[in-house]
């Protein structure tokens, strides 16, 4: 498996992405991205090859009628130490930011260590999904926990919306 998607060919989402996200978007909730994309600072994807990959995204979800408000992207190598890479939160404080997004009321839904951590250090809800970078129990070593992990998002997404119905 390459460790990066390089061009918009080879970025295929999962078959239950748009049914996961139609679902949240019938709950109510607005869709942000914040995603470590160094393999631009490595030279593995060019700018934009990575723009026509959120393109690629975008023109997806738009046959549900479905939107991210904005994608935040950290292009930083992981030894630069910015503040926007995860396990940082600058991503998601940007979007606060910019937005007045309160993170005590946003799911973080990540497939990673540092997905989980920037989380809980910017006070989100944070949930692990086992379908990409971490595997079957890893987690229990983590200095922060997920609040939930599910197989995919799609039963994320159907435990987010239970509890909005309660």
Known sequence: MKPYITTAEE???FPWTLDALT??????FEFYVVSNQ???AKGFISPLELEKQTEKI????????????????C????????????PGDGMI?????????D????FLIGDRWSDIEAAARAGCRPLLVLSGGTDK????????????VFPTLLEAAHWIAEGVRR
């Open 38 to 40: 160094q393999g631009v």
């Open 93 to 101: 404080q940007a979007a606060r930011e910019e937005f007045g997004i």
């Open 75 to 86: 292009t930083a190598l992981a030894e630069d130490n910015h503040p926007w890479r995860k």
């Open 11 to 13: 970025l295929e989402l």
């Open 23 to 28: 679902l949240l978007n019938a709950a109510g």
């Open 137 to 148: 129990g890893e987690w229990a070593e983590w200095k922060h926990q997920p609040e939930e």
């Open 103 to 106: 993170p005590a009321g946003a």
């Open 58 to 73: 975008e023109n997806a979800l738009a046959s549900r009628n479905l939107k991210i408000k904005r994608f935040y992207y």
